[in-house]
């Protein structure tokens, strides 16, 4: 069983920063990969970024490539996705993910999922 809380959301302008936070607990962290996705009102849950327990190998959307870095601290058993640059188009409810083999893009693959954490950007 792995657990994972997000956290770090909030509103924010258009052009601003934000860091969210994914806590897991209840397995080693290195066990499994780990992923950030969004999904805004009306719309499909979309990949964001991923990356591998030993921190090297990342990926992500087109749409965010460029703009976000996601990163892990292995010690406190968290992920970030650090936020540059926001958009409007990037407001949506951004969820954490984790699995024990899996660590690509397609979120019908991930077992364990956090509560999302809601990211608002104002025009």
């Known amino acids: 069983q792995v657990q994972l809380v997000e956290s770090g959301g909030g509103l924010v302008q258009a052009g601003g920063s934000l860091r969210l936070s994914c806590a897991a607990s209840?397995?080693?962290?290195?066990?499994?990969?780990m992923g950030w996705f969004r999904q805004a009102p009306g719309k499909e849950r979309e990949f964001v970024a991923n990356?591998?327990?030993?921190?090297?190998?990342?990926y992500y959307a087109d749409s965010v490539k460029g703009r976000f870095t996601v990163s892990r601290d292995n010690a406190k058993n968290t992920m970030y996705l650090q936020m540059n640059d926001l958009k409007p188009e990037d407001t949506a409810v951004y969820y954490c993910?984790?699995?024990?083999?899996?660590?690509?893009?397609?979120?019908?693959?991930?077992?364990?999922w956090g509560q999302g954490t809601q990211v608002t950007v104002s025009s």
């Open positions: 209840g397995r080693t962290f290195s066990t499994y990969g």
């Open positions: 990356i591998r327990w030993s921190a090297l190998g990342t």
């Open positions: 993910a984790a699995d024990y083999s899996y660590n690509g893009n397609d979120p019908r693959r991930y077992l364990y």
